[in-house]
């Protein structure tokens, strides 16, 4: 762990030189961060350049599906097994990417919320997703991961007529365990809700963070 936390520290000061942000997105298997990916690609590519990271337990099929999206390089991460990408891994994969080409990084992790809270990959925050077939409770279950994440999506709102899930109930839990946590409503699925989040990932893009004085860290 010592020598994953010195190597999240170079990948941090490699993204800060360059002034690319890098967002860490975390979830259960199933949540949608792939399709909310292919989403953001297909939506923002013209004006952003999106570098994707993406690790997966045993196949390369997300990658392959969000290259479908992307002219900038899609990485995909197998780990054979492991339940998280660690810093050793995004520092190889970002020796394959022109960071200053780049306008933001996007590192999909493996699906779990457990083992991917602990490993710092030197992002510049983490985005952990939950949908609304998870239960509102999943914050207080997973609340290390939680804790961590600067932001939250909760994904597939186009189900919200269909099961019993209170929004508010879930926004208190995960504010129980991380009081400054920010929301997303979205469903990838359907497109509502993406507005406000492509807004925030514009704003997050390096240009703008450069015209407003700075890298967020």
């Known amino acids: 762990m010592e020598r994953n936390d010195a190597l999240a520290r170079g990948v941090r000061e490699r993204l800060g030189l360059s002034g690319v942000p890098a967002f860490n997105l975390v979830s259960s298997p199933g949540s949608g ?6 989403r953001t690609l297909r939506d923002l590519g013209d004006e952003l350049r999106i570098a994707v990271i993406t690790g997966d337990v045993q196949t390369q099929n997300d990658a392959d599906r969000i290259a479908r999206w992307t002219q900038d390089l899609v990485q995909a991460v197998v780990t054979g097994g492991a339940c998280h990408l660690d810093a ?7 020796d394959a990417i022109d960071l200053d080409a780049l306008d933001l990084v996007f590192i999909e992790n493996v699906g779990n919320l457990v083992c991917p809270a602990s490993w710092d990959l030197g992002e510049t925050a983490k985005v952990v997703l939950f949908s609304v077939t998870e239960g509102e409770d999943k914050p207080l279950k997973y609340p290390k991961m939680f804790q961590k994440a600067r932001y939250a999506v909760l994904n597939k709102i186009d189900l919200l007529p269909y099961v019993p899930f209170e929004v508010e109930k879930a926004k208190a839990c995960a504010r129980e365990v991380n009081p400054t946590i920010e929301f997303f409503l979205t469903s990838a699925l359907t497109g509502e809700g993406l507005d406000v ?3 925030f990932v514009r704003s997050q893009a390096k240009d ?3 015209a407003a004085g700075g890298v967020e860290t």
């Open 208 to 210: 703008s963070i450069l």
């Open 197 to 199: 989040w492509y807004d």
């Open 33 to 38: 961060k792939t399709l909310l990916l292919e």
């Open 88 to 94: 050793s891994q995004v520092t190889d994969a970002l």
